[in-house]
């Protein structure tokens, strides 16, 4: 007796997947690509007390980190990623096409002392003396731009002022002079006004420049990942394509062995496709290069799910029994394997999430996230779709699941 | 059970003969450390220290050319023959950490030979760091290989896990040692190459030992014989499948190799060396050496419960 029922049912879960689907563009475009895949470059800085007897511990480490973020900010990218590494480190990632590499690296790695100095070179105040983002763009009555300075310590800078008064003072980046503006009366609030014939821009230089002078600690290069946008593009472009000649193999190969289920297999594999897609978007997890043929490979891995389960009901159905019991056979005998075998898979991607560093962990955090997809879609959903079709009485000729009557043994 | 896995198994005994693919290994295994301490490793900046810049030309060019370029902006420094791959890209190493403004300075003498198009990649690593990178690769290894063996040990027997383990590391070192042979250089994609082989390899093992687990429950191994053909029928029995799964996963890394980024290359290959190795191996020699290991504890067992007999 067929069970039309069924059909029905596998029919609407299907076409439901299949308007999933379409959204997989979108989702696609959603997902953060790494540095290597768009361009930008990434740079581990052992951060250095900028005086001695200065220790560098967590709490330097964090506004350093903050001031870095910050000068990244400046130069006009949105979201850069800075860690800091403990005991000393920090470590920028930037993956952008336009940003300026050279310009934003010289603005993060610059030591970059700022000092405010007198006339015969001796250091009146430091950068760090300055309010946290103390200077921004103000205007004069007549609306011309000035640039307005907060300092921590109102005390210190009208004590400055007193004693230098009617004198230049330079504010310097290390021993570069950047402006030479002379005081003009004792400041006593904490703020003071520095006046030129700036233009809109070149106040907000200044004014970035003076928030951004204020970084607590040197910085060194230690380790320097940049790759240029062509580069990135290309490398993504031609890893897709890879990507989309190696998954049709699969699709064919699970439709010509299996037959009934490689459809099934292959409906399930789409949906694992989207489902990571979509999981890696939610999670914000960054796309890489190796993370991309992670997930290629995580295909092959997935399908194994599938391959152990119809190769059980492949020989179950040669010893004799019927689509059924063959079917419930394989699929109970197989589960163990299975989640033996991802379990191991998990092992390793834990284990490579805590020793490796940065794009290492990305393709861990893939191939976890992969590894766990897969058990829901090519073990479960995928069970239960074949089950509804296998129940429809429609398929029950062995050749549906690539077995010949020939082979089937007498029990 | 098939009939079919059950006529091959009578045909050809692969665990009789295990003795043949244990000799193969060593052999293997002789050769890549013999290569290895000969050549050693080449090892990129990831690993050694120094720069590496890749260049996108995106044009015919002539690697002397570059090497002029190269030579002119940076006179003192020591750097590898640049060298073309892929379309139209180039690369070129130096052995010390060369400052991005003279970098920049070689992309601009490229733009203006070569036209806007040019781009530069580069990575550039420092000692220290170098040393730490290496250090936390070979740890995230023994430890991945520790985590599994565990969990075979308790999930199966303590004698399996250690087979699992042996068959780990010799998956570990074939694309190690097949990278030294082939002077293929060695990078951090490598590593992570590496561990997914980790994680991959065993699972055609443990498919095996979950189908002799299986088997041993209605199949007696009272005699070697008997644990000899236990595991024979169980190998035949899942050799489709380890050979359908291999060839798909294959597929798609073959497909990397020739088709993908020049930048996966390296991983591409390390995965395909590492897969073939690893279905050799639970084939060939992860359930070998257990038969090999049940084998002494049989016949230890014997020798200990003689005297009792007598």
């Given amino acids: ?411 | 059970m098939s009939y079919r896995a059950l006529e091959y198994a009578d045909k050809y005994n692969i665990v009789k003969n295990r003795k043949k693919f244990f000799v193969i290994s060593w052999i293997i295994l002789a050769l890549g450390l013999l290569s290895m301490f000969t050549f050693g490793l080449n090892l990129g900046v990831d690993f050694k220290a120094g720069t590496r810049l890749d260049m996108y030309i995106g044009k015919d060019f002539s690697t002397t050319d570059i090497d002029a370029i190269v030579r002119e902006k940076l006179p003192e420094t020591h750097f590898t023959n640049v060298t073309a791959y892929g379309e139209k890209q180039a690369y070129t190493r130096f052995e010390e950490t060369i400052p991005p403004e003279k970098l920049t300075e070689i992309e601009q003498a490229l733009i203006a030979k070569y036209g806007d198009q040019v781009t530069k990649q580069e990575s550039t690593v420092d000692p220290i760091i170098a040393q730490e990178l290496v250090r936390n690769a070979g740890l995230a290894i023994l430890f991945a290989a520790l985590g599994i063996a565990i969990y075979v040990a308790f999930r199966f027997q303590f004698l399996i896990g250690v087979a699992c383990a042996i068959a780990l590391l010799h998956d570990v070192f074939i694309p190690i040692a097949l990278f030294s042979v082939f002077r293929l250089e060695v990078d951090l994609t490598f590593i992570a190459a590496i561990l997914t082989i980790v994680g991959y390899s065993l699972n055609d093992t443990i498919v095996i030992f979950d189908r002799i687990r299986e088997n041993e429950r209605v199949m007696k191994t009272k005699t070697i014989e008997d644990l000899e053909h236990l595991v024979n029928v169980s190998l035949w029995q899942t050799m489709r499948r380890s050979v359908f799964t291999v060839v798909t996963v294959l597929a798609t890394a073959v497909a990397i190799v020739f088709l993908g980024s020049e930048g996966i290359r390296n991983f591409s290959l390390v995965l395909i060396f590492g897969l073939l190795s690893g279905s050799y191996s639970s084939i060939f020699i992860a359930a070998q050496i257990w038969v090999s290991l049940k084998k002494r504890e049989m016949n230890k067992k014997r020798f200990s419960t003689a005297p009792n007999e007598s």
Avoid at chain 1, 100 to 106: C, G, N
Avoid at chain 1, 144 to 162: A, G, I, M, N, Y
Avoid at chain 1, 196 to 210: F, K, M, P, V
């Fill in chain 1, 1 to 411: 007796m067929i069970k039309w029922s069924r059909l029905v049912l596998f029919l609407v879960v299907v076409g439901l997947l299949g308007g999933l689907f379409t959204t997989t563009g979108q989702v696609a475009s959603n997902i953060t690509l790494g540095l290597d895949l768009k361009g930008g470059f990434e740079i581990l800085y052992q951060v250095e007390p900028l005086n001695e007897g200065q220790k560098v511990d967590t709490t330097l480490l964090a506004a350093t980190a903050q001031m870095v973020e910050k000068r990244v900010n400046i130069g006009g990218v949105t979201e850069p990623e800075v860690n800091v590494e403990l005991p000393d480190r920090i470590r920028v990632k930037i993956a952008s096409h336009d940003a300026d590499q050279e310009k934003l690296r010289e603005l993060i790695g610059k030591p970059a002392v700022l000092t405010f100095r007198d006339v015969q070179g001796k250091t009146l105040m430091r950068g760090s003396d300055l309010a946290p983002g103390g200077a921004a763009v103000g205007y004069d009555e007549l609306k011309r731009p000035l640039v307005t300075v907060k300092f921590k310590e109102p005390k210190l800078l009208e004590d400055v002022t007193r004693a230098n008064l009617g004198k230049p003072m330079g504010i310097f980046l290390d021993d570069t002079m950047q402006t030479n503006p002379t005081i003009q009366s004792v400041i006593s609030g904490g703020s003071a006004q520095i006046t030129g014939n700036y233009t809109q821009e070149s106040a907000q230089e200044l004014a970035d420049l003076l928030n951004s002078g204020a970084m607590p600690a040197k910085l060194i290069e230690k380790q320097v990942t940049s790759v240029g946008a062509t580069l990135g593009a290309m490398s993504l472009e031609k890893t897709l394509y890879a990507g989309y000649i190696g998954g049709a193999f699969i699709f064919l190969f699970m439709l010509v062995v299996y037959r009934l289920p490689g459809l099934v297999a292959n409906i399930t594999l789409a949906a694992f496709i989207y489902l990571s897609l979509l999981f890696l978007d939610w999670m914000d997890a960054t796309l890489t290069l190796p993370g991309i043929a992670g997930f290629i490979l995580g295909i092959g891995m997935a399908v194994d799910a599938n391959i152990i389960t119809y190769e059980r009901i492949q020989e179950e159905i040669r010893s004799g029994k019927t689509i059924l019991s063959a079917f419930r056979a394989g699929e109970r005998r197989s589960l163990v394997t299975i989640l033996d075998a991802q379990v191991t898979a998990l092992i390793a991607a834990v284990v490579l999430y805590f020793f490796g560093t940065s794009s290492i962990q990305g393709f861990a955090i893939i191939s976890m996230l992969t590894t766990i997809v897969s058990i829901f879609t090519n073990v479960f959903a995928s069970r239960f779709l074949l089950g509804l079709l296998i129940r429809t009485n429609l398929f029950k000729k062995p050749s549906w699941f690539g077995v010949k009557e020939s082979e089937i043994g007498e029990l």
